[in-house]
Nanobody
Framework: QVQLVESGGGLVQAGGSLRLSCAAS???????MGWFRQAPGKAREFVGA????????YYADSVKGRFTISRDNAKNTMYLQMNSLKPEDTAVYYC?????????????????WGQGSQVTVAS
């Protein structure tokens, strides 16, 4: 069983930066891990994900070039560095994990989810 806990959310001005962390209890070094977000009144959407080795990383077009995902398997922690934030990035951000070799962009493939962390970008 894997439990995920996000931290690092908050309120930031447009153009600013935030870093989210996702700490896992239990080993996740062989898990694909990803970030998703859900804005009010909208469906949950893919943000980015990376393979267990960190060798394969995928991003949504809307965040490409601004967000960076990384992981430290020794600490069982994944990070989402968000730069040049825009008001449309406002959402609850969720980290997710799944025991698989692929790096899917669809949330149904992930087995474990964190509780979510609110990110609000003020214009």
């Amino acid at each position: 069983q894997v439990q995920l806990v996000e931290s690092g959310g908050g309120l930031v001005q447009a153009g600013g930066s935030l870093r989210l962390s996702c700490a896992a209890s239990g080993r996740t070094d062989r898990y694909t891990m990803g970030w998703f977000r859900q804005a009010p009144g909208k469906a949950r959407e893919f943000v980015g994900a990376l393979s267990w080795s960190g060798g394969s990383t995928y991003y949504a077009d809307s965040v490409k070039g601004r967000f960076t995902i990384s992981r430290d398997n020794a600490k069982n922690t994944m990070y989402l560095q968000m730069n040049s934030l825009k008001p449309e990035d406002t959402a609850v951000y969720y980290c997710a994990a799944g025991f698989m070799l692929t790096v899917p962009t669809t949330d149904t493939f992930y087995d474990y989810w964190g509780q979510g962390s609110q990110v609000t970008v003020a214009s």
